[in-house]
């Protein structure tokens, strides 16, 4: 089964600190994903990545970043945290679409910004 | 993308089957129906699709009218560990899927 790791379930961030969120998938998918997840909003995506060092913006990019030099990890940079991004973070893989989507999803990072 | 109805909650009996609907209408004939589940605290997990035809896997069965205007999710024996939101997802090929409000699903025992 494939296997998307995140590698922080609860994270606490001061405002304007920079915070890495990591993800890992193992198999080897050229397509990952970030969303955030609010109560009533739904999952709503941040950032996308076709391949290794290839981005696109997503709905809501503003205030993060994002970096993949790596095809098996997927980055999310918030570069100054603020109290509107606390929020159910969720990463995301496939392999390059055939018709269908079929996403794995990693566990979450619930981040809450003080 | 074609906009999902789904009821906002539903409830069946441990063991019994639990079948979720979902309205489609607006869908279009190269977009496909999926369904998630996202059980407390996990991120969500693919559950099955379908085009036009039925389908069955070994989570669920999805049941699609021959209009394509809505379809059903059939989990036969459900256990208190299918407890969840189910998401109903009518999409072409594309980047990103939305997510609705989906259907919380509780599994009485």
């Known amino acids: 089964d494939v296997k998307v790791t995140q590698s922080s379930r609860y994270l606490v961030k001061r405002t304007g600190e920079k915070v890495f969120l990591e993800c890992v998938q193992d198999?080897?998918?050229?397509?990952m994903f970030w969303y955030r997840q609010d109560p009533g909003l739904g999952l709503r995506l941040i950032y996308f990545?076709?391949?290794?060092?290839?981005?696109e913006k997503g709905d809501i990019p503003e205030g993060y970043s994002v970096s993949r030099e790596k095809k098996e990890r997927f980055s999310l940079i918030l570069e100054s945290a603020s109290t509107n991004q606390t929020s159910m973070y969720l990463c995301?893989?496939?392999?390059?679409?055939?018709?269908?989507?079929?996403?794995?999803f990693g566990s979450g990072t619930q981040l809450s910004v003080l | 993308d074609a906009k999902t109805t789904q009821p906002p909650s539903m409830d069946c009996a441990e063991g019994r089957a639990a079948n979720l609907p979902c309205n489609h209408s607006?869908?279009?004939?190269?977009?496909?129906v999926y369904w998630y589940r996202q059980i407390h605290s996990q991120g969500p997990q693919y559950i099955i699709h379908?085009?036009?035809n039925n389908e069955t896997n070994e989570m669920a069965s999805l049941i699609i009218t021959e209009d394509r205007k809505s379809s059903t999710l059939i989990l036969p024996h459900a256990t208190l560990r299918d407890t969840a939101v189910y998401y109903c997802?009518?999409?072409?090929?594309?980047?990103?899927?939305?997510f609705g409000s989906g259907t919380r699903l509780l599994v009485r025992p």
């Open positions: 995301a893989s496939r392999s390059p679409p055939t018709g269908y989507e079929k996403l794995f």
């Open positions: 198999m080897d998918h050229e397509n």
């Open positions: 990545s076709y391949d290794v060092k290839m981005k």
């Open positions: 607006t869908i279009s004939g190269n977009e496909y």
């Open positions: 379908g085009l036009k």
């Open positions: 997802i009518a999409q072409g090929s594309s980047y990103k899927l939305i």
